[in-house]
């Protein structure tokens, strides 16, 4: 089993130290203490979250779930509003401050258990991308 040093695996996770520790503390990663008291991170952890996993042939590291889709505006955020009206919703997710609506079906909404303080990704799939110097 190879074990990363805390830094190593957050620089993989492309996430601060802080954080990572953090996620310790909180157990949303598992960590072996060594002897002297340090953590040491799992590979099969960091594939875990990443949503990687080795090639059975060659060995390398290849997408899974989401991240094997093609789209990569993939914008991790929080729900801070579900409206509902008929067969639809508007959900509503906070991205680093900015806010990204969407028009799902209610049953898909209710299938992903979306609601208010709940962590969703919004991917965006765009033939075209304008940008406006601000």
């Known amino acids: 089993m190879e074990l990363l040093k805390v830094q190593e695996a957050?620089?993989?996770l492309r996430i601060s130290y802080p954080t990572l520790k953090q996620w310790i503390y909180r157990r949303k990663i598992k960590s072996i203490r060594t002897p002297g008291g340090h953590h040491r991170i799992p590979r099969n952890e960091i594939d875990r979250i990443t949503g990687t996993r080795p090639s059975p042939k060659s060995g390398d590291r290849r997408p899974t779930g989401l991240n094997a889709?093609?789209?990569?505006?993939?914008?991790?955020?929080?729900?801070?509003?579900?409206?509902?009206?008929?067969?639809?919703?508007?959900v509503t997710i906070n991205?680093?401050?900015?806010?990204?609506?969407?028009?799902?079906?209610?049953?898909?909404?209710?299938?992903?258990g979306l609601k208010k303080g709940v962590r969703a990704i919004?991917?965006?799939?765009?033939t075209e991308v304008m940008v406006i110097r601000a």
């Open 95 to 112: 991205v680093g401050g900015q806010q990204i609506t969407s028009i799902i079906t209610r049953n898909a909404c209710r299938d992903l």
């Open 69 to 90: 889709i093609s789209g990569r505006n993939k914008l991790l955020g929080t729900v801070t509003e579900v409206v509902y009206d008929g067969l639809l919703a508007q």
């Open 10 to 12: 957050a620089r993989l």
């Open 122 to 126: 919004a991917l965006i799939k765009a």
